[in-house]
């Protein structure tokens, strides 16, 4: 971005200028969206945007000017003016695609530099491969700004990825997300804006007044305040969408039910209602993920807290998510996650225990040694498998691809004599196998005898139907069976109970 000041501008004056969130390489939202423009007016009354030939006259009020351009094709290598005054401001290299929000906390700021696929991704770019994607963040307390800029560019700026690329700093859930979606969408221009903050919570990135609208909620002196700092300088863009990855920090609160308006089930849906409506953008996509195991904070309730991530719904979108999709996490702990040689120092040359099993070719510590963790494995650092399923399921929701736009998810459960329990699911579309892990005195059925109907419309704004058995398996143990059953009996949907009340015995 470069204002440019012309021969006749009187000195000291204020000129025109378009606001940080856009520069040099930006992307703008395609059609049938109308890319949005603004920035400081100066001391103009009137301000024009220009586009090639197109000449758009921006509003002003209060020292702000703002345009709408028309709806724009894919693509573009586009010099985008605003003119006012005596002041001229520029931007380069711009094209239009699809522009998504990226945030949340660590685990979505997690800099690709702490995860595995980082070198494939790297070696992509360098074969001239994801030309499309184009990246920009907010500075964080885990990232640091990032300009916009083609992806081929972040790999040699500042240096480099040997020696500490803009590339390897930036958030790898969006990255991935962004990687995994080219893969389908081919040559369609990405725009990817960063802005999550790590260890932050979901009240945080709330307005006041819309946490007060769900009971239970954690009142601090830090909430809204990353809803004021990193949400609405964009809130004026047009979006495809959002991703959100969160939640860790809020696993000490009440997890809550969307229905009933309280606790985070109820937060969460009114994360994506508030979003939209400051975007003016209702029916935009939202996605979230689930947490992994590892994102427990020492807090109870993983799984009561997967359920609230949904709005206590347990799969998305669901009516009081329209719109939404959700990769599940809770498979996608990091594949080292048991530290023991790390807490034992094996891998640092000053070991305190036995580090039998910790060394060798594909060890622990050789693991750890191409890819050190951020913070320990709360942070998993295999991100391209969870940013794959959301990608997945965004193609399905977002772009209307044929596909399933989630795994099979836990409705409820029954006992079926005095051995067996059948399990429901809801989303069974597209499903092509089920797999459970072996042993633990389960028996398998075959797929052939598995009973499935009926696919979920994920653009039905009604209630979801009524459980679809997916998956039937019978238990040795009687005690397993009970255990199972009591656990499934806790679920809810919608405030409803799933699954049958259970006498312990």
């Given at each position: 971005?470069?204002?440019?000041?012309?021969?006749?501008g009187?000195?000291?004056?204020?000129?025109?200028?378009?606001?940080?969130?856009?520069?040099?390489?930006?992307?703008l939202?395609?059609?049938?969206?109308?890319?949005a423009?603004?920035?400081?007016?100066?001391n103009?009354?009137?301000?024009i945007?220009?586009?090639g030939?197109?000449?758009?006259?921006?509003?002003v009020?209060?020292?702000?000017?703002?345009?709408?351009?028309?709806?724009?094709?894919?693509?573009?290598?586009?010099?985008?003016?605003?003119?006012?005054?005596?002041a001229t401001a520029?931007?380069?290299?711009?094209?239009?695609?699809?522009?998504?929000?990226?945030?949340?906390?660590?685990?979505?700021?997690?800099?690709?530099?702490?995860?595995m696929?980082?070198?494939?991704?790297?070696?992509?770019?360098?074969?001239?491969?994801?030309?499309?994607?184009?990246?920009?963040?907010?500075?964080?307390?885990?990232?640091?700004?990032?300009?916009?800029?083609?992806?081929?560019?972040?790999?040699?700026?500042?240096?480099?990825?040997?020696k500490?690329?803009?590339?390897?700093?930036?958030?790898?859930?969006?990255?991935?997300?962004a990687?995994?979606?080219s893969?389908?969408?081919?040559?369609?221009?990405?725009?990817?804006?960063?802005?999550a903050?790590?260890?932050?919570?979901?009240?945080?990135?709330?307005?006041?007044?819309?946490?007060?609208?769900?009971?239970?909620?954690?009142?601090?002196?830090?909430?809204q305040?990353?809803h004021?700092?990193?949400v609405?300088p964009?809130?004026?863009?047009?979006?495809?969408?959002?991703i959100?990855?969160?939640?860790?920090?809020?696993?000490?609160?009440?997890?809550?039910?969307?229905?009933?308006?309280?606790?985070?089930?109820c937060?969460?849906?009114r994360?994506v209602?508030?979003?939209?409506?400051?975007w003016?953008?209702?029916?935009a996509?939202?996605?979230?993920?689930?947490?992994?195991?590892s994102?427990?904070?020492?807090?109870?309730?993983?799984?009561?807290?997967?359920?609230?991530q949904?709005?206590?719904?347990?799969?998305?979108?669901?009516?009081?998510?329209?719109?939404?999709?959700?990769?599940?996490?809770f498979?996608?702990?990091?594949?080292?996650?048991?530290?023991?040689?790390?807490?034992?120092?094996?891998?640092?040359?000053?070991?305190?225990?036995?580090?039998?099993g910790?060394?060798?070719?594909?060890?622990?510590?050789?693991?750890?040694?191409?890819?050190?963790?951020?913070?320990?494995?709360?942070?998993?650092?295999?991100?391209?498998?969870?940013?794959?399923?959301?990608?997945?399921?965004?193609?399905?929701?977002?772009?209307?691809?044929?596909?399933?736009?989630?795994?099979?998810?836990?409705?409820?459960?029954?006992?079926?004599?005095?051995?067996?329990?059948?399990?429901?699911?809801?989303?069974?579309?597209?499903?092509?196998?089920?797999?459970?892990?072996?042993?633990?005195?389960?028996?398998?059925?075959?797929?052939?005898?598995?009973?499935?109907?009926g696919?979920?419309?994920?653009?039905?704004?009604?209630?979801?139907?009524?459980?679809?058995?997916?998956?039937?398996?019978?238990?040795?143990?009687?005690?397993r069976l009970?255990?199972?059953?009591?656990?499934?009996?806790?679920?809810?949907?919608?405030?409803?109970?799933?699954?049958?009340?259970?006498?312990?015995?």
């Open positions: 971005m470069r204002p440019i000041l012309a021969l006749a009187v000195s000291g004056a204020l000129g025109v200028s378009f606001s940080g969130v856009f520069g040099d390489f930006a992307v939202q395609r059609e049938p969206s109308k890319a423009l603004f920035g400081d007016a100066g103009a009354s009137s301000v945007v220009t586009l030939t197109l000449r758009v006259q921006a509003t009020k209060d020292g702000r000017w703002h345009a709408r351009l028309p709806a724009q094709p894919p693509g573009g290598d586009w010099t985008i003016t605003a003119s006012g005054g005596n520029e931007l380069r290299h711009v094209t239009f695609g699809d522009v998504w929000y990226c945030s949340g906390q660590s685990n979505m700021a997690l800099p690709l530099q702490y995860t696929s980082r070198h494939r991704s790297l070696e992509a770019i360098q074969a001239n491969k994801y030309g499309n994607i184009r990246i920009h963040g907010m500075s964080g307390n885990m990232n640091p700004t990032q300009p916009w800029a083609k992806v081929s560019d972040a790999i040699r700026s500042p240096s480099t990825c040997d500490g690329c803009a590339f390897f700093k930036y958030s790898s859930t969006c990255w991935y997300f990687e995994s979606l893969d389908r969408l081919g040559d369609v221009p990405l725009g990817m804006i960063h802005t903050w790590g260890g932050s919570t979901i009240e945080e990135w709330l307005d006041n007044k819309t946490i007060a609208s769900c009971r239970n909620a954690t009142i601090t002196s830090g909430n305040q990353y004021d700092k990193r609405l964009y809130v004026d863009m047009a979006l495809k969408g959002w959100w990855y969160q939640g860790e920090n809020d696993m000490h609160g009440v997890h809550g039910n969307s229905a009933l308006g309280y606790g985070y089930g937060l969460a849906q994360l209602s508030s979003w939209r409506s400051l003016r953008q209702p029916e996509p939202f996605g979230f993920v689930t947490l992994a195991p994102g427990s904070e020492g807090g109870n309730s993983m799984g009561a807290m997967r359920w609230a949904t709005a206590n719904f347990g799969v998305a979108p669901n009516p009081a998510m329209p719109f939404s999709f959700m990769a599940q996490a498979d996608l702990n990091d594949p080292f996650s048991n530290i023991t040689c790390y807490r034992k120092g094996c891998c640092s040359g000053s070991p305190h225990g036995d580090c039998n910790c060394g060798g070719p594909g060890g622990y510590c050789a693991n750890l040694s191409d890819t050190n963790y951020y913070m320990g494995p709360i942070h998993p650092r295999d991100k391209k498998p969870v940013a794959a399923r959301l990608a997945q399921a965004a193609l399905v929701v977002a772009y209307g691809a044929q596909g399933s736009f989630t795994g099979p998810t836990l409705a409820g459960c029954r006992a079926n004599g005095e051995n067996a329990a059948r399990l429901a699911f809801l989303a069974c579309r597209g499903l092509t196998g089920f797999r459970f892990p072996k042993g633990g005195g389960l028996k398998i059925l075959p797929w052939a005898e598995m009973h499935i109907k696919p979920y419309n994920p653009y039905s704004l009604h209630p979801l139907p009524g459980p679809t058995t997916c998956l039937a398996f019978s238990f040795v143990s009687p005690l009970l255990h199972s059953l009591r656990h499934c009996a806790t679920m809810t949907y919608a405030g409803k109970s799933f699954g049958e009340t259970l006498d312990s015995g």
